[in-house]
């Protein structure tokens, strides 16, 4: 089945621990992007890849780091995550970046900084 | 930059009616994608319906319609025979067309309107 996947759903942890929200697809997706997602202000682009070692800075950053060294992974990673990280996290890819290539999602983490 | 509004932060309509959600754009270019994306609490994501800018002709999915009005920078949505498992929250969003070089084709999206059917 085609999907994207992220680990873990939920994740509860204190300011300045380190964590890895891990992403992968299996549908050979060239562009891959993070989104956080927070009540009244919708979707926001955190960064995107177009494809391995190809990275770049969405609208909102700060704070977060991405790696892209397979196609099928994009892992979002938080050094020192701050309560203002507090969010729901959606990875998305597609075929390559334009309007005509469906984005896929997958199923959001939930993550609380505490 | 582009921006999408959705005035209307929640609604909620009786089993088998219509309702229609608001969308408004602002934007400078002249050939995007405009999408609806439903999430109900399951979070995920779904993608309803999507209108190309230059397609006059407005897009259709079943019971999901959309009136598109590129002058206007409009974009509402249409759930016709209304059933419980549309209640979710719609986002509105808005794509740049890349033409044949794409780059960061981003999807901005709007706040969300929280629909709810009423039994």
């Known amino acids: 089945e085609a999907q994207v996947t992220q680990n873990p759903r939920y994740l509860i942890t204190v300011t300045g621990k380190k964590l890895t929200v891990t992403c992968s697809q299996n549908?050979?997706?060239?562009?891959m992007s993070w989104y956080r997602q927070d009540p009244g202000l919708g979707l926001r682009q955190i960064y995107y890849?177009?494809?391995?070692?190809?990275?770049d800075k969405g609208d909102v950053p700060e704070g977060y780091k991405v790696s892209r060294k397979e196609k099928r992974n994009f892992p979002l990673i938080l050094e020192s995550p701050s309560p203002n990280q507090t969010s729901l996290y959606f990875c998305?890819?597609?075929?390559?970046?334009?309007?005509?290539?469906?984005?896929?999602f997958g199923n959001g983490t939930r993550l609380t900084v505490t | 930059a582009q921006t999408v509004t959705q005035s209307q932060p929640e609604m909620s309509v009786q089993e088998a009616e219509t309702v229609t959600l608001s969308c408004t754009y602002d934007?400078?270019?002249?050939?995007?994608?405009l999408f609806w994306y439903k999430q109900p609490p399951s979070r995920q994501m779904i993608l309803v319906i999507r209108?190309?800018?230059?397609?006059?002709q407005n897009a259709t999915e079943n019971r999901f319609s959309v009136n598109f009005q590129k002058a206007a920078k409009s974009f509402s949505l249409k759930i016709s025979d209304s059933q419980l498992g549309d209640t979710a929250m719609y986002f509105c969003?808005?794509?740049?067309?890349?033409?044949?070089?794409?780059?960061?084709?981003?999807?901005?999206f709007g706040t969300g309107t929280r629909l709810t059917i009423i039994p």
């Open positions: 998305a890819s597609s075929l390559v970046g334009g309007g005509d290539s469906p984005l896929h």
């Open positions: 209108q190309e800018a230059y397609k006059q």
């Open positions: 934007t400078s270019e002249n050939n995007y994608y």
């Open positions: 890849s177009m494809n391995v070692e190809v990275t």
């Open positions: 549908m050979n997706h060239e562009y």
């Open positions: 969003a808005f794509m740049k067309h890349g033409g044949t070089n794409f780059g960061n084709e981003k999807l901005t």
